[in-house]
């Protein structure tokens, strides 16, 4: 069993920065995809980004590109969202997840889910 955890989550002004971090400290993280989701009010849960086991093959959503990069340290089993540039359509609920597939912007491929961290950017 996946248990993901996230922290980092907050509120922040219009072109600030913000770190999110998840870990999964049960299990073997470097065997999974993770990736990145939000969900803002009324909407749909949308793809952010992705990284491979390995860490080498990246996947952004094109609103993110350029703003917000994924890491991971699978030694200490956590991926890390660095989010720049912040924009007030950046808020949402993010969720991180892991799938033993591949890198994929679909959230129906990924099996494990966190229980989500508010991110709020204020104008």
């Known amino acids: 069993q996946v248990q993901l955890v996230e922290s980092g989550g907050g509120l922040v002004q219009a072109g600030g920065s913000l770190r999110l971090s998840c870990g999964d400290p049960?299990?073997?993280?470097?065997?999974?995809?993770m990736g990145w989701f939000r969900q803002a009010p009324g909407k749909e849960r949308e793809f952010v980004a992705a990284?491979?086991?390995?860490?080498?093959?990246?996947y952004y959503a094109d609103s993110v590109k350029g703003r917000f990069t994924i890491s991971r340290d699978n030694a200490k089993k956590t991926v890390y969202l660095q989010m720049n540039s912040l924009k007030p359509e950046d808020t949402a609920v993010y969720y991180c997840?892991?799938?033993?597939?591949?890198?994929?912007?679909?959230?129906?491929?990924?099996?494990?889910w966190g229980q989500g961290t508010q991110v709020t950017v204020s104008s």
């Open positions: 997840a892991a799938t033993g597939g591949s890198l994929s912007r679909d959230y129906g491929q990924y099996e494990y």
């Open positions: 049960v299990r073997t993280f470097s065997g999974y995809t």
């Open positions: 990284m491979s086991r390995s860490g080498v093959s990246t």
